[in-house]
């Protein structure tokens, strides 16, 4: 019932009823006459099984036609809408890299969810050709590497920034060691310059100003030792961090250029189809 709601709701009731509905008439009248006039029919008559059958035959022609053509533009349409998804997962890689934020990874997350969804499943399935299902396949993986490398960043960067803060409000032992505490006070002063670069996503050296002591001084307190070994363990963090946001850069470009040849490889199937 729900799919003859639905054929009719196309515009096609009356056409049906005047084409379908009249070689129907036609044809039960033919019956009609010819069971109460079985001789002495005139010659004309025998025209009336042709007209009624010609009258059949462009329903189901125009039907047929009609039936193909919303099939291509439902194909179509299905495609140029994950052609549209897969731009605007391209743009998200803009923010995300190589400064990622929680908003724009939350939209990440859910347009991945997005190709995961059973009618979105299926319909990549029904519309994309195997070759096009395997570059969107490629672009997910993609997506879900970005994804992760976005979170250890986020995590990291938060952590850090934790500990830096921390830092600087315990760091008095450190400060008042005057020469045993001076390459630690200095690394993290300039440790916290080099993490604000990082932050805004200014172009930052290779490592910081300074490498940190590789061992604590032992004339320091066991107090500003402490904090000495966890400058260190921030200046650690800081290069890890540079390098993931550097990996996180290498993500980001390995899914453009998938979404890149999925694109291509849509277009073309649809230019394709058009001539």
């Known amino acids: 019932m729900r799919f003859l709601v639905k054929w009719y709701r196309s515009g096609w009731l009356w056409i049906d009823l005047a084409a ?15 069971s109460s006039h079985s001789t002495g029919r005139p010659a004309a008559i025998e025209f009336w099984p042709g007209i009624t059958t010609d009258l059949y035959g462009a329903w189901l022609s125009v039907r047929v036609i009609d039936f193909l053509i919303k099939r291509r533009d439902r194909k179509s349409e299905e495609r140029w809408r994950v052609m549209q998804v897969l731009l605007y997962v391209r743009d998200l890689t803009r923010y995300l890299s190589p400064t990622p934020n929680l908003a724009d990874l939350a939209k990440l997350r859910d347009e991945v969810d997005f190709f995961h969804e059973g009618h979105n499943v299926a319909a990549r399935k029904k519309y ?25 960043v986020i995590q990291l960067g938060v952590a850090l920034s934790r500990e830096q803060q921390w830092l600087d409000e315990h760091s008095k032992e450190l400060y008042n060691a005057e020469e045993p505490g001076r390459p630690y006070r200095e690394l993290l002063q300039s440790l916290g310059s080099w993490h604000s670069d990082i ?39 800081l290069v890890d961090l540079l390098g993931r946001r550097r990996t996180l850069e290498a993500a980001a470009k390995d899914l453009d250029q998938a979404i890149v040849c999925a694109r ?3 277009l073309d199937e649809e230019e394709a189809l058009l001539k």
């Open 20 to 34: 379908l509905g009249g070689a129907t008439v036609s044809a039960v009248l033919y019956a009609t006459y010819c």
């Open 199 to 237: 932050v805004r996503s200014i172009e930052v050296p290779e490592r910081p100003d300074r490498d940190a002591p590789e061992d604590p001084d032992p004339r320091l307190s066991s107090e500003a030792l402490t904090l000495a070994r966890r400058v260190q363990g921030l200046h650690r963090g």
């Open 264 to 266: 291509r490889n849509i």
């Open 128 to 152: 994309l050709s195997a070759d096009e299902q395997g570059d969107v396949d490629a672009v997910i993986a993609a997506a879900k590497t970005l994804v992760r490398g976005c979170e250890a």
